[in-house]
């Protein structure tokens, strides 16, 4: 047993609902054998190990002969800096995640510095996202960052309304609380 996923041959997820972790999503598009952890204890219990074929994940038996190394192959994808900043340590494994699928390292920082003619998928933040408003006002559709775990579970790159940013509020100057007080000379001043 190991916790390395590259020296890994299997990854061993518990029941219910298949996490998108980044352990998943690297052994997914790394072609790694996905089985629940009832393998282990009947292979332990057998002696031998069983075949992985009865114990795949119920999310991924349907799909469980797919490629998984081309799904960005053609998407140029944009994270907006909210969304980045969202992901804080894990950004390195995003990055690894999106290469192994197919992709390229995804494009961030200011759009007015970027050719956008060449963007076919941008990923925003849920909240607090000035980009992702803007790109919406724009008429962009911008979509939240399980399109990346969705898309690998199900082996192909998935566009689902159910993975769209809703649209997201700007915060204006104009709709900020004005202050009771204002701080004049040193001394407070009611307005």
Not at 5 to 13: E, Y
Not at 61 to 73: E, G, S, V
Not at 87 to 104: E, F, H, L, S
Request: proline share 4%.
């Amino acid at each position: 047993m190991t916790e390395d996923i590259k020296s890994a041959n299997f990854l061993c997820v518990g029941p219910g609902q298949l996490l998108k972790t980044p352990k998943l999503l690297h052994s997914l598009t790394s072609g790694k054998t996905i089985v629940t952890d009832v393998w282990v204890s009947q292979s332990v219990a057998s002696e031998f190990l069983l075949d992985t074929i009865e114990f795949l994940p119920e999310e991924l038996k349907a799909t469980k002969h797919l490629d998984r190394t081309n799904i960005f192959t053609d998407q140029v994808i944009y994270v907006t800096a909210a969304q980045r900043q969202a992901y804080q340590k894990g950004w390195d494994d995003v990055v690894a995640i999106i290469k192994q699928a197919g992709g390229t390292n995804p494009l961030t920082g200011p759009l007015s510095k970027l050719d956008t003619s060449s963007i076919t998928l941008y990923l925003g933040a849920d909240k607090d996202d000035d980009v992702a408003a803007k790109l919406q006002e724009q008429g962009e559709t911008v979509y939240k960052k399980d399109i990346l775990g969705a898309s690998i579970v199900q082996g192909e790159l998935v566009l689902d309304e159910s993975l769209e940013l809703p649209p997201v509020e700007k915060e204006s100057k104009a709709t900020k609380a004005e202050p009771k007080s204002v701080k004049k000379g040193g001394r407070k001043k009611k307005t």
